[in-house]
């Protein structure tokens, strides 16, 4: 009953049939909130709508847009190795693992994420120790 409320007029009553699942239909329905992007060692958070973006690709643009001055680069070179230099991108899931962005495939990274998690990149613990 409470889908029927939540979900638009179907003549049907029956989820699309082109080969999408429920999750997928709420994900295409916008029904998926914003996610925070918390960039580490800022106190102010940017918001994303991770559905308005068709991959990994669009999301690192975006990302660089919001968080490097003069956030033009190269599209065809940027990806989320390289979105902000010096920084790791991970995200935290339903559960709240931390993981990096680009284990899972677009769609479910999408309907898992909670939060983008952007982490400086640590220099190995060795040279800081001088060798040892």
Same mark, same amino acid.
Not at 69 to 98: H, Q
Not at 107 to 118: G, L, M, N, P, T
């Given at each position: *009953?409470?889908?029927?409320? *939540?979900?638009?007029?179907n003549?049907?009553?029956?989820? $699309?049939?082109?080969?999408? !699942?429920? =999750?997928?239909?709420?994900?295409?329905?916008? &029904?998926? $909130? $914003?996610?925070? &992007?918390? @960039?580490? !060692?800022?106190?102010?958070?940017?918001?994303?709508?991770?559905?308005?973006?068709? %991959?990994?690709? %669009?999301l690192?643009?975006?990302?660089?847009? *919001?968080?490097?001055?003069?956030?033009?680069?190269?599209?065809?070179? @940027?990806? @989320? %190795?390289?979105?902000?230099?010096?920084?790791?991108?991970?995200?935290? =899931? *339903?559960?709240?693992?931390?993981?990096?962005?680009?284990?899972?495939?677009?769609? =479910?990274?999408?309907?898992?994420?909670?939060?983008?998690?952007?982490? $400086?990149?640590?220099?190995?613990?060795?040279?800081?120790?001088g !060798? =040892?």
């Amino acid at each position: *009953m409470w889908q029927e409320r *939540m979900l638009p007029k179907n003549p049907n009553n029956l989820l $699309p049939t082109s080969g999408c !699942g429920f =999750d997928d239909y709420l994900v295409s329905s916008h &029904v998926v $909130p $914003p996610v925070t &992007v918390v @960039l580490e !060692g800022r106190s102010i958070c940017q918001r994303i709508s991770l559905h308005k973006h068709a %991959s990994y690709h %669009s999301l690192a643009k975006a990302i660089h847009q *919001m968080f490097v001055d003069g956030g033009e680069a190269d599209s065809d070179e @940027l990806d @989320l %190795s390289n979105a902000i230099p010096g920084y790791l991108i991970a995200y935290e =899931d *339903m559960e709240n693992d931390l993981l990096l962005v680009g284990d899972l495939n677009w769609e =479910d990274f999408v309907r898992v994420a909670r939060r983008i998690r952007i982490l $400086p990149v640590k220099a190995n613990s060795r040279k800081r120790r001088g !060798g =040892d």
